[in-house]
């Protein structure tokens, strides 16, 4: 596994976090946990989880990087020692200067922190009170508050629901006003842990638009944790793969597909059954092929690191088409072949 982890690290990833411009820079990072496990009816065996084993990176400031992996992967206790709330068993960490376990106060008024999963807001006051707290917490200077509060608030379009208890809100809502509660304090760095986990496809959009402008326009680093492989298609220009601990590939979201040669699907409605389509590779782009037909619904596999688009006006020309989605292939699946193809 080690010869496959040094040839697909790095595949496509050229020039990406180099050394010198380390703003997150991780070397030989390491958390073991030492856990007790029934071993029989009485005994009790000490066992040890090597949860992070051995991740070395670095993240330029602006950059905006995908962090994924499959479940128990390691990635949440990456971002438990990058905010500093878990001690490394080894290795070295340091985000923007500072060793986040040692300095854990300085380094919270530098980053955000967004837990898909969790809410950092009070459950019983209105948005705009947690906002306060807040306020008040971070020590944030009044005009800056009022004036990343605003811009929030126009951004992830909070203005009507300040007022609103957090526990009433939906979970888009909730999560736009966990981002807003998590960049008031102006953080140049900002780690999402599935932050569009359970959203609808309309807040989904608002909160990756919202996350592009912020990159683009504050230059805020940001490191993102997700399952959903469209967050970082939309969002991320480099990726980083962990299994078990260890950093799999570094680079591009194109790259990965090319090195686990994973496919896309398209999913099409005709207007009526037809035989399954199939499209041949020509000089435009590459083809597709039929995986699964049901009445006039049919299931189409192309190669990811292509373009859906040139394949889709080759459909609607030649095939009378009602509708269409684009399916991304799941990351486990992407995993799993990158093992398979592993030398
Ligand atoms: N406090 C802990 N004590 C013991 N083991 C732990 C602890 N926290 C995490 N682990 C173990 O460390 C490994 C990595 O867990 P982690 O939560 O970092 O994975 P993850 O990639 O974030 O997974 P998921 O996608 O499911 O959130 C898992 O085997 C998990 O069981």
């Known amino acids: 596994m080690d010869g496959f982890a040094q040839e697909v690290t790095g595949a496509g990833g050229d020039g990406f976090g180099t050394l010198e411009d380390g703003f997150i820079t991780l070397d030989g990072l390491e958390k073991v946990f030492q856990v007790r496990r029934r071993a029989g009816l009485l005994r009790r065996e000490r066992h ?30 990456t971002i438990k020692m990058l905010t500093g709330i878990l001690t490394p068993s080894g290795g070295s960490l340091r985000v923007a200067g500072i060793d986040p376990s040692r300095e854990r106060t300085r380094l919270a008024h530098r980053i955000g922190v967004v837990f898909g ?11 705009r009170d947690s906002y306060r707290l807040m306020h008040r917490m971070y020590r944030i200077p009044e005009g800056r508050y009022r004036e990343n509060l605003d811009r929030c608030v126009e951004l992830l379009d909070l203005g009507e629901l300040l007022d609103v208890p957090v526990r009433q809100l939906s979970l888009g809502q909730r999560m736009r006003g966990d981002i807003a509660a998590a960049l008031l304090h102006d953080p140049e760095v900002l780690y999402l842990d599935e932050p569009t986990i359970g959203l609808d496809v309309i807040s989904k959009a608002k909160v990756r638009q919202f996350l592009k402008e912020l990159n683009a326009e504050r230059g805020t680093t940001v490191l993102l944790t997700t399952h959903d492989l469209t967050d970082i298609e939309q969002l991320c220009r480099r990726v980083m793969v962990i299994d078990h601990g260890r950093l799999m590939y570094d680079g591009s979201l194109a790259g990965l597909h090319e090195v686990g040669e994973s496919e896309r699907m398209l999913v099409v409605d005709l ?3 037809l035989p399954p389509i199939e499209l041949k590779s020509d000089g435009s782009g590459p083809g597709l092929r039929a995986v699964k ?3 006039p619904r049919q299931w189409l596999a192309f190669p990811a690191s292509a373009s859906a688009a040139p394949l889709v006006a080759r459909i609607a020309a030649e095939y009378p088409l009602m509708d269409l989605s684009v399916r991304e292939p799941d990351i ?6 990158m093992y398979r193809m592993a030398p």
Do not use: C
């Open 271 to 273: 207007e009526r059954e």
């Open 117 to 127: 999963q969790r809410t950092t807001l009070w459950w019983d006051l209105p948005l």
């Open 332 to 337: 486990e699946a992407v995993i799993a072949r």
């Open 48 to 77: 040890e989880v090597r949860a992070v084993d051995g991740i070395s990176f670095r993240v330029a400031r602006g950059e905006m990087v995908g962090y994924i992996g499959p479940n128990g992967a390691g990635k949440s206790t």
């Open 293 to 295: 037909v049901e009445g």
